[in-house]
């Protein structure tokens, strides 16, 4: 193979794989835009069965299984956000600011303390004492949730 036949078959190669991350990510936003709606409202849900347990609404074992989502749903907040997906959420209510891919170390660091704070309230609730829980779950909506959202949501509609 000449130098020349080789460079053009090189080309071609890098063509392809461009091509094929340019489809993907056109294929992706739509489905992550979904799902990370899906996963932000699961979250407001399972904060909700552990508010429920410590106003006597709810029993332990369904705060157990929603804290144990929230420390699954709050790791995996960053594949959510791939570079690219800057688009509202589908209902139009909320969208995603530029500062997360413009200070992403900062938005994994929202991600991080929110994920430990779910951690320290899934075994609050697994301890079961009330006091314990409210402090945990107070910590994870306003530090955790809500710092995060201060910093990287806007709300589109009233
Ligand atoms: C690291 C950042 C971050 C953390 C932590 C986080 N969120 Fe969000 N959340 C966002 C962003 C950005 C949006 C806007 C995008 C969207 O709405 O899909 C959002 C949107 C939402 C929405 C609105 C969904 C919609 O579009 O209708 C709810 C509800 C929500 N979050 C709940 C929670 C709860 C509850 C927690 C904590 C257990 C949490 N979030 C933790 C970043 C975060």
């Known amino acids: 193979m000449t130098p020349s036949m080789m460079g053009r078959l090189v080309s ?31 979250q407001a849900k399972d904060m909700g069965a552990i508010k429920a ?17 929230l420390t699954q749903t709050t790791a995996k907040i960053p594949d959510l956000f791939p570079p690219g997906s800057d688009k509202p959420s589908p209902s139009g ?12 170390n900062k938005f994994l660091d929202a991600q991080k303390a929110a994920h430990s704070k779910a951690e320290a309230l ?19 909506g306003k530090n955790g949730c809500g710092n995060c959202h201060t910093n990287f949501r806007q709300k589109l509609k009233p």
């Open 12 to 42: 071609v190669c890098l063509a392809a794989v461009v091509a094929a991350a340019g489809a993907a990510a056109a294929v992706d936003v739509t489905a992550v835009v979904k799902e990370r709606q899906a996963t932000m409202k699961q």
């Open 122 to 140: 899934l075994a609050a609730v697994k301890g079961g004492d009330k006091a314990a829980i409210q402090t945990a779950f107070a910590d994870l």
């Open 93 to 104: 209510e909320f969208a995603p600011k530029a500062a997360i891919w413009t200070d992403w």
């Open 53 to 69: 347990f410590l106003d006597g609404k709810g029993d332990q074992a369904t705060a157990q299984t929603a804290a144990t989502g």
